[in-house]
């Protein structure tokens, strides 16, 4: 069946390091990505989104990375802050409203 | 306002009780959603309304009766749940692609 996984499911690193999280999906229709962060015993939060027309969108501090050659998804997290440990899901559709979650990556900023 | 509001933050049910979750939005988005999340998993989606109409049911068990009132209004109503049942339950709302969360409600089911 379609699926969206994440190669690493912890991810350590130093305060003010960059953190890159990783994201396959296998719905070569899917037209539309988001990143969410989730923060322990809270919903979702909206990080970033990308279309399927383009390769690369910045935000603050946060930059997604989409590879429709090999259907994968990047998210880069610039200096990272204790503020940024989270798990963090990765979700497609292709606007049939059903938002396909990946298995998600938790991300540990160590001090 | 980009709140995705539900009520109760935490449930506790016994297998015979009836009880409700409620999930408001204020953003005009026509779309609105519950997904079930276990401990340490993905949102899984249950239910999709789209302009008040349901559109998705991702073969949730009858236990799970969603309904949409208003535009602004999501409900989940249950009856006869089971322990496994047990779980965050999220709403969601979108107007184009961008889904937004709110907080949850933590259901533990006895």
């Known amino acids: 069946g379609e699926s969206v996984g994440l190669h690493l499911p912890t991810l350590s690193v130093q305060e003010g390091d960059n953190s890159i999280i990783n994201c396959a999906y296998s719905?070569?229709?899917?037209?539309?990505f988001i990143w969410y962060k989730q923060e322990s015993g809270k919903g979702p939060q909206f990080i970033i989104d990308?279309?399927?027309?383009?390769d690369k969108r910045q935000g603050q501090r946060v930059t997604v990375l989409l590879n429709k050659t090999v259907k994968h998804l990047s998210l880069q997290i610039a200096a990272t802050q204790p503020g940024d440990s989270a798990v963090y899901f990765c979700a497609e559709t292709s606007g049939t409203y059903k938002y396909i979650f990946g298995t998600g990556t938790r991300l540990k900023v160590l001090a | 306002d980009t709140e995705v509001t539900q009520t109760p933050k935490h449930l506790v049910m016994g297998m015979t009780n009836k009880k409700s979750l409620k999930c408001e939005q204020h953003?005009?988005?026509?779309?609105m959603y519950w997904y079930k999340q276990k401990a340490k998993k993905p949102p899984e989606l249950m239910f999709v309304y789209s302009y008040e109409k349901l559109s998705i049911n991702e073969s949730v068990p009858s236990r799970f009766s969603p309904e949409c009132p208003n535009s602004s209004l999501l409900n989940l109503h249950l009856h006869a749940l089971q322990p496994e049942d047990s779980a965050l339950y999220l709403c969601?709302?979108?107007?184009?692609?961008?889904?937004?969360f709110g907080q949850g409600t933590r259901l533990t089911v006895v």
């Open positions: 990308i279309r399927s027309n383009m």
């Open positions: 719905n070569s229709a899917s037209d539309y």
């Open positions: 969601a709302s979108s107007r184009g692609k961008e889904a937004f």
């Open positions: 953003m005009g988005h026509r779309a």
